[in-house]
């Protein structure tokens, strides 16, 4: 199993944090929101029924549609929040930040295609997507590694609006043991299958050092979860029936770095050239 990456920062205001977390809290959060929608069926009863795209339909849609599909869904959800009932291709795009037709051939995989003239009803397409993404069900997540990060994640109050909620908090350190978070009271690792067990825990994440990551996520898979979100800074290996997310900030930082020094050689190029003109 290969891990893929999405380390883009969520919107939505994280609360209970203290100051030192909140851009923690906000880097880490998006990426486990969107990484853990694309995880496998919960076990847990549906809120509603799904409206969804045929299963044929679901199954060749592309990891990149799936992608954008998480950020179709953010704003329709603010769209429905406002009240408005249609939006059209072009006003979603714009707001999501994509091409028009781009969106328009992601949707046509979940078998919508709009009205023309008209445009897409955002409460339909919300329930259509929500449907194909698995947001019908309330996901119980299990978060492994009680550190800054793993502190952060266990306050932020915004995943419960997407359909997740952190249902376990576990650690190794005698000293993060028993300590209160978030209504949620800190077990040692060892407790790992019975904290699964009891609250039929769908997803795992990963928030250890990179030393204990192995570890915890081979126990992870010995309790039945096959699907992790690794914050570790390393590559996990997992049976083939697992599916690894990865969100590494450096790594991120880094590109971004790369696009910065790009700019920078442009200007240089830039002045060197106008130089040159003039001479």
Known sequence: MTEQQDATPADTKPGGLDGSRVGRAR???GALSRAMRSTLPGRSEPR??????PAD???SVPEATVARLALYLR???????QGVVT??????ASAAGVNSANLRKDLSHLGSYGTRGVGYEVAVLVERIEGTLGLTRHR????????NLGHALAGYDGFATRGFHIAALLDADPVRVGERIAGLTVRHVDEMAEAIREHDVAIGVIATPAHAAQDVCDRLVSCGVTSILNFAPMVLAVPDAVEVRRVDLA???QILSFHEQRKLES??????DGLEAAG
């Open 48 to 53: 509603h029924p799904p409206t969804a795209a």
């Open 57 to 59: 339909q679901q199954r």
């Open 75 to 81: 704003v329709l959800s603010g769209l429905a929040e």
């Open 87 to 92: 939006v059209s291709s072009e006003e979603l």
């Open 27 to 29: 880097a880490a959060a």
């Open 267 to 272: 200007v240089v190029a830039l002045g060197r």
């Open 251 to 253: 790594i991120e930082l």
């Open 140 to 147: 119980a997540v299990a978060l492994i590694g009680i550190g």
